[in-house]
T-cell receptor, first 114, second 115 residues
Framework: DAKTTQPTSMDCAEGRAANLPCNHS???????VYWYRQIHSQGPQYIIH???NNETNEMASLIITEDRKSSTLILPHATLRDTAVYYC???????????????FGQGTTLQVKP | KAGVTQTPRYLIKTRGQQVTLSCSPI?????VSWYQQTPGQGLQFLFE???????NKGNFPGRFSGRQFSNSRSEMNVSTLELGDSALYLC??????????????FGDGTRLSIL
């Protein structure tokens, strides 16, 4: 079973920031938070991941609460092309017997509107 | 750098047949994982290979099998196809051995339809 809880769907106006929440209250101290997105008919696309600290890359920012029980993915200026299903995944660390396994939940369908 | 390549992109088979799907990982990546995606069950992990060895396996029947070659390319095979095997089959590769947590990168999948 997925170890994360996400809203089923969200809307965002084009040009505004999209803030996608994720709850992972049972996360262990050495488990990472990963975000992927999937645009229709394509494979999941890696966005960002983090352990404790906030992370930023060219696509998005990841804010992890201090207790690590929840996180937020931020797309700073959403465009129509950001419309997709966004998956938040808790992943065991490298070297664990389950390293190669991602457990996907149902994700959040983000609809960016003009 | 080329991404994960899966062939073929589309495949139509009939019940009882078998099928082999191919995955070429990103150059330098040694871990390859396979997933099945259906509307009802979502994305589910099938198995993972690393250095030609199956390292992890999901909860699928023995009809689903795979292998990895010395160049890290991987194949998965499904025998005695059933209607319920109609799905998008996704392959993902990752860089291992660095000691850091590395993301998996996905191909665009093979869409398998069973008639």
């Amino acid at each position: 079973d997925a170890k994360t809880t996400q809203p089923t769907s969200m809307d965002c106006a084009e040009g505004r920031a999209a803030n996608l929440p994720c709850n992972h209250s049972t996360i262990s101290g050495n488990e990472y938070v990963y975000w992927y997105r999937q645009i229709h008919s394509q494979g999941p696309q890696y966005i960002i991941h983090g352990l404790k600290n906030n992370e930023t890359n060219e696509m998005a920012s990841l804010i992890i609460t201090e207790d690590r029980k929840s996180s937020t993915l931020i797309l700073p200026h959403a465009t129509l092309r950001d419309t997709a299903v966004y998956y938040c995944i808790v992943r065991v660390p490298h070297g664990s017997s389950n390293t190669g396994k991602l457990i996907f939940g149902q994700g959040t369908t983000l609809q960016v509107k003009p | 750098k080329a991404g994960v390549t899966q062939t073929p992109r589309y495949l139509i088979k009939t019940r009882g047949q078998q099928v082999t799907l191919s995955c070429s990982p990103i150059s330098g990546h040694r871990s390859v994982s396979w997933y099945q995606q259906t509307p009802g069950q979502g994305l589910q992990f099938l198995f993972e290979y690393f250095s030609e060895t199956q390292r992890n396996k999901g909860n699928f029947p023995g009809r689903f099998s795979g292998r990895q070659f010395s160049n890290s390319r991987s194949e998965m095979n499904v025998s005695t196809l059933e209607l319920g095997d109609s799905a998008l089959y996704l392959c993902a590769s990752s860089l291992e051995g660095t000691g850091a947590n590395q993301p998996q990168h996905f191909g665009d999948g093979t869409r398998l339809s069973i008639l």
